[in-house]
């Protein structure tokens, strides 16, 4: 898929162990029920029941894939470590202000898996994600964007 292992905190791969078990066995026997109460309502080709069934056993399906293939290419990030480091490692938070602007915003560098309340989340592999890591406070750094060529300032590494 990717070249790069996606990092993931201990907790975000248990839980995500946890959902994929969830889907792949009490899901798939809620879908398969569903389905199999619409197809007894009667004409398949008109039964709204049936369509919607099988459209949320594609979109279960999809996630189960997903989750598969994230678990497949983790690695698991040393928490300690990054919470310690001085520079900009994956699992880190980093606060940022953008030049030009006042405003300081929190990122969680990671996969998007990780995402929490209050910290948004960039991967490692994105232009912004590339650019920051191995910074420390302080340093300025620039990347392109779908705009053009953003600065932004590292105000603080870690939490």
């Not at 899901?27 to 039964?47: K, T, Y």
């Not at 279960?60 to 300690?80: K, P």
């Not at 310690?84 to 030009?100: F, M, N, Q, W």
């Not at 994105?126 to 053009?148: M, N």
Request: charged share 30%.
């Amino acid at each position: 898929m990717t070249d790069q292992p996606t990092v993931l905190t201990r907790a975000t791969y248990e839980r995500l162990q946890a959902e994929l078990e969830d889907l792949t066995t009490r899901g798939r026997v809620e879908i398969a029920r569903a389905i199999e109460a619409a197809r007894a309502l009667g004409d398949l080709s008109e039964n709204g029941d049936y369509h919607a069934a099988k459209d949320q056993q594609g979109k279960m399906e999809a996630r189960i894939r997903q989750i598969e293939a994230t678990l497949g290419e983790a690695q698991l990030v040393d928490e300690a470590a990054a919470d310690a480091a001085d520079s900009v490692v994956p699992g880190t938070v980093v606060a940022i202000r953008y030049e030009g602007d006042d405003d300081v915003e929190r990122f969680l560098v990671g996969s998007i898996e990780e995402r929490t309340q209050g910290v948004n989340v960039v991967s490692p592999g994105s232009p912004l994600g590339q650019a920051l890591l191995g910074k420390t406070a302080g340093d300025k750094v620039q990347y392109e964007a779908p705009g053009g060529t953003l600065r932004v300032e590292i105000v603080q590494v870690g939490t």
